[in-house]
């Protein structure tokens, strides 16, 4: 399992509020039965037009913008609970996610798949963007044991929060199953105490 | 210590508490559709696993399914895949499984309900945002993605951190005319699409109190679109004769016991919520939605706001989502032109739905400019409609009654609206090419739908003069 400690990375900027599962991968994308090869239609029809040609005005068709954080306007993964929309963005590389908000069940989905979301303050969000404004080539850094964000463009830095249990398992790449499958005896005396 | 009634279900579903972390929580009944659970057996087999509690998992077909042609086999060979994906792991894996034209087959929000496999006390997940329709009974209920479908197919249980508790009260009675779509839509274009995020609400009050099942259901469906975990109504009268003699209700005197215990799931009296909102139902109108979220929704005879009215920060994306509708700002949606009308979904496929839509055009015809797609929400749904001869009043009118599933809510099957093309319709998202790649839905109720299937156009169903001189 891949493992997160720190993140220096060049950024993607989407500065669009309320950004639904179905614009990440719309439900025509949701028929595979494996999890690869999602992040070809990530979002596909912001990203493509009808013809299936690139739009060229869409951030991730732009050259200049690329690296492993998307950053995002507030309440991203929002709607449906498609883990598809979590398993596009890893595999189209993405390893962070930054928005001043995110929708419940994308952000359980994300951390399950190993891609952060991290939350920054309405302000700091702001600033990040206004940092890529005016060069593309603003980088930040996520030191996750810190438990702290900076835009290295500004040297602006701030505490995220993740609980402690999740903290781990990015660190040392474990799952939930793994940890649940552990505690069996435990599940099976629930069961006998009901 | 005084609860609510969140806290009570979910207190007695705690297997244990990771300290620092999630809650361990056991998870009474799960269902699987074709669409987000393959990747979650596929994981169990790389572990060399089997379903934990196979008897707590139940699997049906509905968001790829045709709504025509149900005997044949599906034309889309991936759709087609995916159904038969589902087929082979509900029978490898023993599970309770309705297919494909099995008499018990539907949208799972529908079915689940009204087979009584869902019932008050419960904690429920499914692979679906929209599994917090099945807390309109007095359940935990809540979608969730599918690495969590595996955990709960290998151990029963989540991980889940503790949402906090809202209580949402509507005082007062809805008016005639007015239906739990638009309390619905009404409540989340007020919360905003991601204001209850963070939360489970319950809901209550007598404009909720006075809603049947179904609209309970309606409501509590749609509690996802302002972001909240779950919604739930504290089980009463109305729910226990709901469920009675319901296939997989108790029975007997299973089912005495069973009511003892669901009386006391209610909210104490001295409860304390991290967040109360109230709202009176008397002035809310017929809603619909003119964006591209639900929480964009406003009364029918309302303007679109101007953007004066939105937050600076927001105006980008206001924008980008009216340029997608093709509305301005300031406009009013009374005589507009309607293209076609979804009647269905797990928001609004219900036998009370299509009564409501069948009285509204009983004795008038369907505009020839409207395409109407009327899909039950289960084959159960389709049963009643007939047994109580609305079909007969919907073909009198030129309507035809497809055959169940999910549908043209997010046209995963051939029920897509084509580019450009308004869609009024009864479901739950008018994202972005929800219905189809350029569609732009119009969410509303099932009234709101049937004046605009006979007029052709957005009309108060309660009788106003549609701008090309007709009425209804």
């Given at each position: 399992m891949k493992k997160f400690v720190t993140l220096t990375s060049t950024v993607v900027p989407l500065p669009i509020e309320n950004v639904d599962t179905d614009q990440i991968i719309p439900a025509r994308f949701l028929k595979a039965t494996s999890k690869e090869g999602f992040g070809d239609n990530l979002f596909r029809d912001w990203r493509y037009d009808k013809h299936n040609q690139p739009v060229a005005s869409f951030v991730l068709n732009n050259p200049a913008y690329k690296g492993e954080i998307l950053v995002a306007g507030k309440n991203f993964g929002s709607g449906s609970s498609r883990e598809h929309a979590a398993w596009a963005l890893a595999d189209y590389g993405f390893s962070v996610v930054v928005s001043s908000f995110f929708a419940d069940i994308f952000k359980n989905n994300a951390m399950n798949n190993f891609v952060l979301p991290v939350v920054v303050s309405e302000a700091f969000l702001s600033g990040i963007f206004e940092s890529v404004n005016r060069d593309r080539q603003t980088t930040l850094t996520i030191d996750l044991k810190a438990q702290r964000i900076t835009n290295n463009a500004t040297g602006q830095s701030e505490p995220f929060a993740i609980n402690a249990y999740k903290k781990e398992c990015f660190l040392n790449g474990f799952d939930d199953i793994d940890y649940l499958l552990s505690k069996k005896d435990t599940i099976e005396a629930y069961e006998r105490s009901i | 210590?005084?609860?609510?009634?969140?806290?009570?279900?979910?207190?007695?579903?705690?297997?244990?508490?990771?300290?620092?972390?999630?809650?361990?929580?056991?998870?009474?009944?799960?269902?699987?559709?074709?669409?987000?659970?393959?990747?979650?057996?596929?994981?169990?087999?790389?572990?060399?696993?089997?379903?934990?509690?196979?008897q707590q998992i139940t699997c049906m077909p509905d968001h790829n399914i045709p709504t025509e042609n149900q005997e044949s086999p599906i034309e889309d060979p991936v759709s087609k895949n995916q159904v038969d994906t589902l087929d082979t792991n509900a029978r490898e894996f023993g599970l309770q499984y309705f297919p494909v034209g099995d008499a018990r087959n539907g949208i799972i929000h529908v079915v689940g309900p009204e087979t009584g496999l869902s019932l008050p006390g419960m904690t429920l997940v499914c692979?679906?945002?929209?599994?917090?329709?099945?807390?309109?009974?007095?359940?935990?209920?809540?979608?969730?993605?599918?690495?969590?479908?595996?955990?709960?197919?290998?151990?029963?249980?989540?991980?889940?951190?503790?949402?906090?508790?809202?209580?949402?009260?509507?005082?007062?009675?809805?008016?005639?005319?007015?239906?739990?779509?638009?309390?619905?839509?009404?409540?989340?274009?007020?919360?905003?699409?991601?204001?209850?995020?963070?939360?489970?609400?319950?809901?209550?009050?007598?404009?909720?109190?006075?809603?049947?099942?179904?609209?309970?259901?309606?409501?509590?469906?749609?509690?996802?679109?302002?972001?909240?975990?779950?919604?739930?109504?504290?089980?009463?009268?109305?729910?226990?004769?709901?469920?009675?003699?319901?296939?997989?209700?108790?029975?007997?005197?299973?089912?005495?016991?069973?009511?003892?215990?669901?009386?006391?799931?209610?909210?104490?009296?001295?409860?304390?919520?991290?967040?109360?909102?109230?709202?009176?139902?008397?002035?809310?109108?017929?809603?619909?939605?003119?964006?591209?979220?639900?929480?964009?929704?406003?009364?029918?005879?309302?303007?679109?706001?101007?953007?004066?009215?939105?937050?600076?920060?927001?105006?980008?994306?206001?924008?980008?989502?009216?340029?997608?509708?093709?509305?301005?700002?300031?406009?009013?949606?009374?005589?507009?032109?309607?293209?076609?009308?979804?009647?269905?979904?797990c928001t609004n496929g219900r036998i009370e739905d299509?009564?409501?839509?069948?009285?509204?055009?009983?004795?008038?015809?369907?505009?020839?400019?409207?395409?109407?797609?009327?899909?039950?929400?289960?084959?159960?749904?389709?049963?009643?409609?007939?047994?109580?001869?609305?079909?007969?009043?919907?073909?009198?009118?030129?309507?035809?009654?497809?055959?169940?599933?999910?549908?043209?809510?997010?046209?995963?099957?051939?029920?897509?609206?084509?580019?450009?093309?308004?869609?009024?319709?009864?479901?739950?998202?008018?994202?972005?090419?929800?219905?189809?790649?350029?569609?732009?839905?119009?969410?509303?109720?099932?009234?709101?739908?049937?004046?605009?299937?006979?007029?052709?156009?957005?009309?108060?169903?309660?009788?106003?003069?549609?701008?090309?001189?007709?009425?209804?």
């Open positions: - | 210590m005084s609860k609510t009634l969140f806290d009570k279900i979910w207190d007695a579903h705690i297997v244990t508490e990771v300290q620092d972390g999630p809650t361990q929580l056991y998870i009474d009944r799960m269902y699987c559709h074709e669409v987000t659970s393959p990747q979650a057996f596929e994981g169990l087999r790389k572990r060399g696993l089997k379903v934990f509690r196979p692979g679906d945002s929209h599994t917090s329709t099945h807390g309109a009974l007095g359940a935990v209920a809540f979608g969730i993605g599918t690495s969590e479908v595996e955990m709960v197919l290998a151990t029963q249980c989540v991980f889940q951190s503790r949402p906090k508790t809202m209580r949402i009260t509507v005082q007062n009675q809805l008016q005639p005319g007015v239906t739990a779509k638009d309390l619905a839509l009404y409540i989340i274009a007020n919360m905003t699409t991601g204001g209850a995020t963070g939360y489970f609400v319950e809901y209550a009050g007598e404009a909720v109190e006075n809603l049947s099942m179904e609209g309970r259901l309606t409501l509590c469906n749609l509690s996802i679109e302002m972001g909240a975990r779950g919604g739930m109504i504290a089980p009463d009268a109305v729910t226990f004769e709901y469920l009675k003699g319901r296939s997989f209700a108790p029975q007997g005197e299973e089912w005495e016991k069973a009511i003892a215990r669901w009386k006391t799931l209610q909210s104490d009296a001295d409860a304390r919520f991290d967040k109360e909102i109230v709202f009176d139902a008397s002035h809310i109108e017929p809603m619909l939605t003119y964006g591209t979220n639900p929480g964009m929704g406003m009364g029918i005879n309302d303007s679109i706001p101007t953007l004066d009215d939105i937050d600076p920060a927001s105006r980008i994306s206001y924008e980008k989502s009216l340029e997608y509708m093709s509305f301005k700002p300031g406009e009013r949606l009374i005589g507009k032109p309607v293209d076609y009308v979804f009647l269905g979904s299509f009564r409501a839509f069948a009285q509204r055009v009983k004795g008038k015809r369907k505009a020839d400019s409207v395409v109407a797609w009327l899909v039950p929400g289960s084959w159960e749904v389709d049963r009643q409609i007939r047994a109580e001869g609305l079909d007969k009043v919907l073909e009198a009118a030129g309507f035809t009654i497809r055959q169940p599933g999910c549908s043209a809510c997010l046209a995963m099957n051939d029920d897509k609206i084509p580019a450009g093309k308004y869609a009024v319709s009864t479901s739950n998202r008018n994202f972005e090419g929800r219905q189809g790649p350029g569609a732009r839905t119009i969410l509303a109720g099932p009234l709101v739908a049937a004046a605009a299937a006979v007029t052709g156009c957005i009309i108060d169903p309660r009788g106003i003069a549609c701008v090309s001189g007709s009425t209804i």
